[in-house]
């Protein structure tokens, strides 16, 4: 079985999401505009992902068999673009042009233009089948490499997603791991307000896939998802997560899918991730989940 | 042309052809093979297909390299997406589905994951045009080109028999970028001279000399142009004839160099004429400011009924009878000179 996070690989971790999570409001604040809240939800999904599970070399990104990640909800792009640069595959300096007209790092992250994306996404549905392509990639010249992608949960509304759910079982892509960031949140209102997806864990059983649940802040639970889902694919974590997380103010509120911050926002929204992050520490020292 | 609807009525023969028969076929077996040969040089070839290897010639391929032909069921949106996550693994996907599906279907999939993220997948549509007649207006497919011709960066291509359709596929896949390949149905008799003809993706081709009025095809109106072009000659028509199996990037020169020279121009098509060759003529010699006599046979606007082939290209009017007619009409009226080009003053 798989074993848990060391208390110091928690606090590792966590720190990083903390890190992550201020490169976020920072970066929406300096660029004036950005998709915060899919950025926050996804984060420490992204965290646990690139920190202990993807096979990357920050240094050698083009190793043909190195495992992919694929971002099919590019909306998270600025929350990947805050991953990538704190994993050192993207430059401090190239986040900073975040949003700036002609800058390789925008809304929607394009391999074309930025070094470690792996494709080019930001219309929805495209990144599981292009995952199922690459897994297939994978088989056909027996490269070890694993597959990642990341879906929002409003993804699960477009047809191709389940196009592709279909061809990854019925291939047994046991090197395919998707992740469904749960927020519950698309732009016009509440998933299971406006067309409810659940029950979504048996959508996903029934087409083959094996399914995880977890906290998606939750570091321990997360880990132990990944690690599950190795070589038992095709599977899929549904990450249960709050859309805005680590921003009290932006939590669970579908006007800060995508938001401006002045200095007086950014002050509170740093204020309230290092007050989320000392809770988490808190929980950890007294035996907490988080 | 006024006369061809009437006279295509007497044209129709009904049923006359089914799909089984078009695992028959031989042009379409000629590219099936180079296909084949393909795989065989090239470990990182590919095929894709939506529940169609068995009529669209992925089936020898998949008996030769069974661990290397994917199917991902009749799921058109998946099947590019798919392609293009192979072709991101170092693999040159072949996909292959009939033209309408593949391009009307899954449309913005080809604009973004093979057009704009530039893989490396060759992307054939077969029954192109009114290749399935039969199947009605569902299963024609008169628009992909006036989609794709849209999309930067991505070749185009549409030979008009087996042996080019086996180069062009040689020239696609040593080609780096997205290539579409437009496929009829595969009836005609493969022309053998060109067995061994190399393909440049570009070039347009003179198939037949002249200098009174050239007429530019590609696809399955090349034959029929061609044939039309001889009737013209015996009555006195000296007319040229361009195939143009390269539709994107396109050869503007030779267009250009076709108005200049011929001064009338009738484009050729199993396609809608909006957005098709005959649009990409008439945007050519309008940006080059010449003053030409143009007429355009294709899908004009209008579904076409169901029926066999031959019989819907009388009844659109692009086959040989309505190019030959096309051709003695719009050498009746005098055409422009060079005096009336703004280029030329």
Redo the contacts between chains.
């Keep these: 079985m798989e074993r848990s996070l060391t208390t110091d690989e928690h606090r590792r971790l966590l720190g990083v999401s903390l890190r992550v999570r201020e490169r976020v409001v920072r970066t929406v604040f300096r660029a004036g505009s950005g998709h915060v809240g899919a950025a926050l939800s996804q984060c420490d999904v992204l965290v646990s992902l690139y920190e202990r599970h993807l096979r990357v070399d920050p240094a050698r990104m083009d190793e043909?068999t190195r495992d992919?990640f694929v971002l099919s909800k590019g909306h998270g792009g600025l929350g990947l673009a805050a991953v990538l640069a704190e994993r050192g595959i993207l430059a401090d300096h190239e986040l900073d042009t975040f949003g700036e007209s002609g800058s390789p790092i925008g809304m929607h992250m394009d391999?074309?233009k930025v070094r470690g994306v792996?494709?080019?996404t930001g219309?929805l549905?495209?990144g599981?089948?292009?995952?199922?392509?690459?897994?297939?990639?994978?088989r056909?010249?027996r490269?070890p490499?694993r597959v990642f992608c990341l879906l929002s949960d409003g993804e699960c509304y477009e047809?191709?997603t389940w196009?592709?759910a279909?061809?990854a079982s019925?291939?047994g892509l046991t090197g395919l791991c998707a992740i469904v960031d749960r927020n519950r949140l698309t732009m016009d209102g509440f998933t299971e307000k406006e067309v409810p997806l659940e029950p979504l864990a048996d959508k996903w059983r029934s087409f083959g896939w094996r399914v995880e649940v977890c906290d998606g802040h939750d570091h321990a639970a997360i880990d132990a998802c990944f690690s599950r889902a190795k070589d038992q694919g095709p599977a899929v974590i549904l990450a249960e997560t709050v859309k805005g997380k680590g921003v009290s103010f932006m939590e669970q509120r579908p006007e800060w899918h995508y938001g401006s911050i002045d200095s007086a926002k950014l002050d509170e929204a740093l204020r309230s991730i290092a007050e989320q992050h000392r809770a988490a520490l808190a929980a950890i020292a007294s035996g907490g989940a988080r | 042309m006024s006369e061809s609807s009437d006279k295509s009525q007497s044209k129709v023969r009904g049923f006359t052809w089914t799909v089984g028969d078009h695992a028959l076929l031989s042009s379409s077996d000629v590219w099936g093979e180079a296909l084949v040969e393909a795989g065989r040089a090239d470990p990182r070839i590919v095929t894709v297909t939506a529940d169609l290897a068995e009529t669209t010639r992925l089936q020898e391929f998949k008996r030769a390299f069974p661990e290397r032909a994917i199917n991902v069921g009749i799921a058109e949106q998946n099947l590019v997406a798919v392609a293009a996550g192979l072709a991101a693994m170092g693999l040159v996907p072949v996909v292959c589905t009939y033209a309408t599906f593949a391009v009307l279907r899954a449309a913005e999939f080809v604009r973004t994951d093979l057009g704009y993220g530039r893989r490396n997948v060759k992307l054939i549509g077969t029954l192109a045009g009114v290749a399935y007649g039969q199947g009605g207006p569902t299963h024609h497919a008169a628009e992909d080109l006036a989609l794709l011709r849209a999309v930067p960066e991505l070749v185009i291509l549409a030979p008009s028999d087996g042996f080019e359709m086996a180069a062009a596929l040689r020239a696609a896949i040593a080609h780096e970028g997205p290539v579409y390949l437009r496929w009829g149905r595969g009836t005609e008799t493969p022309d053998a001279s060109k067995r061994d003809a190399p393909f440049v993706i570009g070039p347009m081709q003179e198939r037949v000399g002249g200098s009174d009025v050239t007429v530019l095809a590609y696809g399955p109106t090349v034959q029929e142009a061609e044939r039309a072009a001889r009737r013209a000659q015996r009555a006195g028509v000296s007319t040229r004839v361009l195939a143009a199996p390269t539709l994107a990037p396109l050869d503007r020169d030779s267009i250009v160099c076709a108005a200049k020279e011929t001064r009338r121009l009738i484009t050729v098509e199993d396609h809608s004429i909006v957005g098709g060759l005959a649009s990409a003529v008439a945007e050519t010699v309008a940006r080059a400011g010449l003053a030409v006599r143009l007429a355009s046979l294709g899908h004009r606007e209008r579904y076409l009924p169901m029926g066999v082939p031959e019989d819907l290209m009388a009844i659109g009017g692009f086959d040989e009878d309505a190019i030959y007619e096309e051709i003695l009409r719009v050498c009746r009226v005098a055409a422009p000179t060079a005096d009336d080009d703004w280029e030329d003053r």
């Design positions: 043909p992919r391999h074309r792996e494709t080019a219309s549905g495209h599981l089948g292009i995952a199922v392509g690459m897994a297939l990639g994978a056909i010249q490269w490499t047809g191709s196009e592709a279909l061809s019925a291939s």
